[in-house]
């Protein structure tokens, strides 16, 4: 199984990206997937995630300007950043909980996207 992380970039204080991560492999079905950012020099921290149902989590620090959403179909997941912040500076890390056609169950994650915002 891997993940495919794609749609960071630079950004100026204020504007948008569209982050996405496609899922391909030996997947039998996805359970939770997300995304986790780490900042230089700080921990990783969980951003959003969303069930397999749709239901979703926010970090407080993004509540009302990112959107988590996911297309089972072609187990992907999104990230929406709206009204970006210097300080959403980060690299994203998208995971995945994948349950694979042995019928078992391992976290899996991208290789991150760089997003970067400007004041």
């Known amino acids: 199984v891997q993940l495919q992380a794609s749609g960071g970039g630079l950004v100026q204080a204020g504007g948008s990206l569209r982050l996405s991560c496609a899922a391909s492999g030996s997947i039998f079905s996805i359970n939770g997937m997300g995304w986790y950012r780490q900042a230089p020099g700080k921990e990783r921290e969980l951003v959003a995630s969303i069930t397999s149902g749709g239901s979703t989590n926010y970090a407080d620090s993004v509540k009302g300007r990112f959107t988590i959403s996911r297309d089972n179909a072609k187990n992907t997941v999104y990230l929406q950043l709206n009204s970006l912040k210097p300080e959403d500076t980060a690299v994203y890390y998208c995971?995945?909980?994948?349950?694979?056609?042995?019928?078992?169950?391992?976290?899996?994650w991208g290789q991150g996207t760089l997003v970067t915002v400007s004041s």
């Open positions: 995971y995945a909980e994948v349950v694979d056609l042995g019928l078992g169950d391992e976290d899996y």
